[in-house]
């Protein structure tokens, strides 16, 4: 009998490469679902990728639990040889948080169910959404107390861990604390403001609240940076309508024989 050789039929998918997060290499801000896509090579000519794997953890070694396992996904065409894979969206819930760093690595299996190595781990950061306002004032002031104006002025000071400027920002004033009677809502207003720095004044444009009611006021403010993240709520300003002399009621009393009306 002859030596019998073996070969191999076919031969598996090279571990892919060139990994991107939403399109860039190792980004530091992408969105809480970003896609993920990877270059796929086959030694095998004619043969495509029709199925991958995708891990995703906080540290580089993977260990359990893992943030996301895509598990087996088939692709919906299979890719060429040589090409890039689809974007393929996180497909987790909740695990992918803010201000956060993330590892994932990828595989492959082509269509005579040959399975790749792992590639090379790549990494992403999230953004992070602005802080909470803090240094708030009204009319240039932290304790503005009594008003007598309808000219009310608000500023803050504006912080976001990422570093992006605020490209709008949003008021509220109520008649209680808890902001369940909302007597103004200025809605999303564009502005430009550096972290870290005091926001510009932004001027009340509502009708009129001062009416010499004597009511108490409370106010706050968010920001939303340029990726259009959504700031926390600062805590309360309060102010209160000005109470003028004539508001005090002397009506009916007498002084000496003369009647105050």
Excluded: C
Excluded at 99 to 120: A, E, F, L, P, Q
């Amino acid at each position: 009998w002859s030596d019998v050789m073996e070969f191999k039929t076919n031969y598996e998918p090279n571990a892919p490469t060139e990994l991107l997060t939403e399109g860039q290499v190792n980004p530091e801000k992408v969105s809480l679902t970003p896609t993920f896509s990877a270059k796929y090579t086959d030694n095998d000519a004619n043969n495509t990728a029709v199925a991958y794997q995708i891990l995703i953890d906080m540290t580089p070694d993977f260990a359990e639990p893992l943030v996301w396992d895509s598990g087996k996904t088939f692709f919906t065409d299979p890719v060429s040889n040589g090409s890039r894979t689809p974007e393929i969206p996180y497909g987790g819930t909740g695990g992918i948080l803010e201000g956060g760093r993330y590892y994932w690595k990828i595989r492959v299996w082509d269509d005579k169910d040959g399975m790749s190595n792992y590639s090379m781990i790549s990494q992403f950061g999230t953004h992070s959404r602005p802080s909470s306002p803090t240094g708030l004032e009204m009319n240039g002031s932290s304790s503005p107390g009594v008003l007598n104006s309808k000219m009310m002025s608000f500023s803050a000071i504006y912080y976001d861990a990422d570093g992006d400027r605020a490209s709008a920002y949003q008021i509220q004033i109520s008649t209680t604390s808890g902001y369940d009677n909302i007597v103004f809502d200025s809605g999303k207003k564009s502005t430009n403001v550096a972290s870290g720095t005091r926001s510009n004044k932004y001027y009340y444009d509502g009708s009129s609240l001062l009416s010499n009611s004597g009511k108490t006021y409370y106010w706050r403010i968010r920001f939303y940076d340029t990726d259009d993240m959504e700031g926390e709520w600062s805590g309360n300003g309060i102010f209160y309508d000005s109470l003028s002399p004539s508001s005090v009621l002397f009506e009916g009393l007498q002084m000496e024989g003369i009647t105050v009306n």
